[in-house]
Nanobody, 128 residues
Framework: QAQLVESGGGSVQAGGSLTLSCQDS????????RGWFRQAPGKQREGVAS????????LYADSVKGRFTISRETGKKTLSLQMNGLKPEDTAMYYC?????????????????????WGQGTQVIVSS
């Protein structure tokens, strides 16, 4: 069972950078997808970036393309999100997620309903 713990959130001015990390301390299992999601107050959760672990394919939300980079260290079960050029609209709670579902693939790897394990979240605040 996955146990996901995020870190690296904080407050930054617009244009700044942050790196989020997610450590998976669960027991051995097959993970098909790992991803980052966010939810701002009063808004629905949205997928930010994800990776299909069996092939390395990544997928990004249009709003973060070219600014955010997702990466992983397979042996350490660590997932990272490098966020550059942050904007006030990036302010949200960011969640790390993992999926042991075999249907988490292709265009669905950024769909939150394909994920069955979630971290507690880390807050990102971007001021203008």
């Amino acid at each position: 069972q996955a146990q996901l713990v995020e870190s690296g959130g904080g407050s930054v001015q617009a244009g700044g950078s942050l790196t989020l990390s997610c450590q998976d301390s669960g027991s051995t299992y097959v993970v098909y997808c790992r991803g980052w999601f966010r939810q701002a107050p009063g808004k629905q959760r949205e997928g930010v970036a994800s990776i299909y672990t069996l092939g390395g394919t990544t997928l990004y939300a249009d709003s973060v393309k070219g600014r955010f980079t997702i990466s992983r260290e397979t042996g350490k079960k660590t997932l990272s999100l490098q966020m550059n050029g942050l904007k006030p609209e990036d302010t949200a709670m960011y969640y790390c997620a993992a999926s042991t579902r075999s249907d988490c693939r292709g265009g669905f790897i950024l769909s939150g309903d394909k994920y069955n394990y979630w971290g507690q979240g880390t807050q990102v605040i971007v001021s203008s």
